[in-house]
């Protein structure tokens, strides 16, 4: 008997990746066969990377990693996790500041497909202040973040601000 290959959803804004975004993606891989990282193509969110940069910056970031493909999308979240055939939709959990709203969307993703799990995994507690916002607060005003992203996001980041 062939056994069915367990696809999860990452989405989010990725605006930029993180090394919390990658410790989720890591334990994510620990419980299923393939994830699929889709960033949201959001045109009422000011973002600071393109959508192209930003699913870039994640190919870069995963460069020969069979299990792990990056994708964007649009529209209802569950939707597109049909469509991919995929069983649970993965966010990461870092303190119970994120509890309210990640419980929020879980509850909704579930009313509108009943289908897909949420699965929220726990980052590593070195990641647990970690996010695309306070990285980008920090980078504009000289902060060394460099340990705080993947290789190819702090390049970008550098572009976008450079050091005078
Ligand atoms: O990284 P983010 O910005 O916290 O990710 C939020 C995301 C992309 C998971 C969420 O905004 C989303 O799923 N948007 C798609 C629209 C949708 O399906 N909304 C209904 C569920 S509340």
């Known amino acids: 008997m062939t056994k069915k290959k367990k696809t999860a959803i990452y989405p989010g804004s990725f605006d930029p990746l993180t090394n919390g975004h990658i410790d989720i993606i890591e334990r994510a891989l620990d419980i299923f066969d393939e994830v699929i990282i889709a960033v949201l193509h959001n045109p009422n969110k000011k973002a600071l990377f393109t959508m192209e940069e930003r699913v870039e910056m994640i190919r870069q970031s995963f460069n020969g990693e ?92 550098m572009e976008k601000f450079p050091k005078i």
């Open 66 to 157: 069979k299990s792990v493909l990056v994708d964007s999308f649009g529209g209802l979240l569950v939707d597109y996790a049909k469509i991919k055939h995929a069983v649970a939709i993965i966010r990461g959990m870092r303190a119970i500041s994120d509890f309210e709203s990640e419980f929020q969307m879980a509850l909704m993703n579930r009313k509108l497909n009943k289908e897909i799990q949420s699965v929220f995994l726990m980052t590593g507690l070195r990641w647990i202040f970690t996010s695309s916002s306070i990285i980008k607060e920090a980078v504009q005003f000289g902060g060394d973040i460099s340990d705080m992203v993947p290789e190819a996001v702090n390049i970008k980041l």
